[in-house]
């Protein structure tokens, strides 16, 4: 987690850190040890209805020597009142829409970074990454969700628990060698920092594995949508590119307020290069809070399937 000598290093997000500390709105909603009921009960984020779970589990043991695409056009649901009005395909029940599991590199220390796969394979492409920067690790609560909720038909879901395993086993922002990996991206990058420092972005342009394993991986799946979870400084950037009505749905959906983040050096961040490397993708940063209840978890799921959605909406 961010401590608040590290505020300002979160995200490209990150932050200024006269607001962070200075506005009571992000302290009382920052779903911050106690206040979390508070504002979990005082300030319902959204009207957005939850996806129902599918009820068609039981016919999955007799669609499981199929292919998958067959299973998925063959599980009789119910389409949710929340789905779009073109939909004609159902929802994918992760019973039976898991894809696979890849190792996509190694980290500085040998551990796999692994990326699960499920949905429709050849649908749009989402990739959502939970944690980046080590001591960050909220969003994984809401990879746990996006491994079992329903999709969306036609969404080819590729989740990422962490590009910096390293970080996350050690409990710190950089990697092995002490490198904000969202500062070592090849786009724009730039000497930022010294070894032991927050910001520090490495030798060079991706000199880290991790960010080389990314960069192919991402290469390779061409994501049409990107989503990055930083903490802690509760909000989401707005942005007047494509992906800015993502970022105003993604907010609305889960209370989080459309504020720009500055304090850093944002030079070779992730979110950016894949923007700047994937033609027409979109690609952002959320930042949670320091924490992030089970029910939060759960809404972050739902507006991550949303704007998937929207994503492939807009094309
Ligand atoms: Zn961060």
């Known amino acids: 987690m961010c401590v608040a000598t590290t505020l300002v290093g979160c995200g490209s997000g990150s932050s200024a850190s ?12 920052s779903a911050g040890g106690s206040a979390d009921v508070a ?16 009820t068609a589990g039981t016919v999955t043991a007799t669609t499981e020597t199929t292919t998958t695409a067959s299973a998925a056009t063959t599980i009789p649901t119910t389409i949710p009142a929340t789905a779009p009005p073109s939909t004609t395909a159902p929802f994918t029940d ?10 996509i590199g190694y980290s500085v220390q040998g551990r796999p970074i692994v990326a699960s796969h ?8 989402i990739l959502v990454v939970g944690v980046i920067h080590g001591n960050e690790n909220a969003g994984l609560a809401i990879l746990d969700e996006l491994r079992t909720r329903p999709l969306p038909p036609n969404i080819d879901l590729w989740l990422m628990d962490a590009m910096n395993p390293d970080g996350l086993a050690n409990d710190v922002r950089g990697n092995g060698n002490q490198v904000d990996l969202n500062r070592n991206f090849p786009h724009d990058w730039t000497a930022v920092a010294q070894l032991g420092e927050w910001e520090y972005s490495g030798t060079g342009p991706a000199s880290e594995p991790e960010t080389q394993a990314f960069m192919a991986f991402a290469d390779r799946i061409r994501p049409s949508l990107t989503l990055w ?19 105003e749905r993604y907010a609305h959906i889960t209370g989080l307020p459309l504020l ?10 992730a979110a950016t290069w894949v923007r700047k490397t994937v033609p027409e993708a979109m690609s952002f940063i959320v ?7 089970s029910p939060e978890a759960t809404l972050h799921a739902a507006a ?6 929207m994503d492939r909406a807009i094309g």
């Open 260 to 269: 720009t983040v500055s304090g850093g050096t944002y030079t070779g961040v």
């Open 94 to 103: 992760a019973a039976t829409d898991f894809l696979g599991e890849e190792v």
């Open 18 to 29: 006269s607001a962070a500390t200075s506005s009571p709105a992000v302290v009382s909603t």
């Open 304 to 309: 991550v399937l949303d704007i998937a959605t």
């Open 229 to 247: 979870y930083h903490q802690d400084l509760y909000r989401i950037s707005p942005s007047t590119r494509s992906d800015g009505p993502l970022r």
């Open 118 to 125: 499920r949905g429709t394979a050849g649908g749009t492409v």
């Open 287 to 293: 930042e949670l809070g320091p924490t992030l209840t």
């Open 39 to 54: 504002a979990a009960t005082t300030t319902p984020p959204l009207t957005i209805t939850v996806a129902p779970a599918i």
